[in-house]
């Protein structure tokens, strides 16, 4: 069955600081990746989405930036992190259906 | 643009009743649309979805009615339980990869 992990699960840094957000996926080839985030008292905000390694495409015009090193990982980057970065990431992947699978998400919270 | 809109940020239903979640949408491009449950600090899982050359989606307590007429989907549970009480996200897609999310409803089941 496939899984999806996240890591860390919780995050703490001060403003001006980098941010590496690690996702990886096991038992499934070639998925696609999304990074998500949700801001308090907002929905979700899809950031970026990759169909393929080194293919990314991003929603968003901010200070993040996303990577894909290998079929099932896929990093969510800053070099300097803003207060409204703060929020709760969300990984997820998603095959040749509709339907999406999430991971257990990071709380960032930027000081 | 809200895309995807959700104007009920919290709901609140007796255990045994039927709870209706509500959805707006305002892209006609969209082909498929899902419902996943939100838990805190938890990823969102898959409830239910619906194409858009269908008007009814049942599965067991949950079903999904969307008018497309209205642009409107609505999540309908029956009988609601406790473990229902969490966040409700819709959401809409349009080709492969773009999902758009509303901000979701806060629904509570009162025991």
């Known amino acids: 069955s496939q899984t999806i992990h996240q890591w860390p699960a919780t995050l703490v840094q001060p403003v001006g600081s980098p941010l590496s957000l690690e996702c990886t996926v096991e038992?499934?080839?070639?998925?696609?990746l999304y990074w998500y985030r949700q801001a308090a008292g907002r929905g979700l905000q899809l950031l970026f989405y990759s169909v393929g390694i080194g293919q990314i495409s991003s929603e968003v015009p901010q200070n993040l930036s996303a990577s894909r090193p290998q079929d099932r990982q896929f990093i969510l980057s800053s070099k300097k992190l803003l207060l409204s970065d703060s929020g709760f990431y969300l990984c997820a992947w998603s095959d040749t259906s509709y339907e999406q699978y999430f991971g257990p998400g990071t709380r960032l919270t930027v000081t | 643009d809200q895309q995807v809109k959700q104007n009920s940020p919290s709901l609140s239903v007796q255990e045994g009743r039927i709870s209706i979640l509500n959805c707006d949408y305002t892209n006609s491009m969209f082909d498929y649309f899902l419902w996943y449950k939100k838990y805190p600090a938890e990823g969102p899982t898959f409830l239910i979805s619906?194409?858009?050359?269908?008007d009814k989606n049942e599965d067991g307590r949950f079903t999904v009615f969307l008018n497309k007429s209205a642009k409107h989907l609505s999540l309908h549970i029956v009988p609601s339980q406790p473990g229902d009480s969490a966040v409700y996200f819709c959401?809409?897609?349009?080709?492969?990869?773009?999902?758009?999310f509303g901000t979701g409803t806060r629904l509570k089941v009162l025991a």
């Open positions: 619906i194409s858009s050359i269908k």
């Open positions: 038992g499934t080839s070639n998925p696609n």
């Open positions: 959401a809409g897609i349009s080709g492969t990869y773009k999902y758009i």
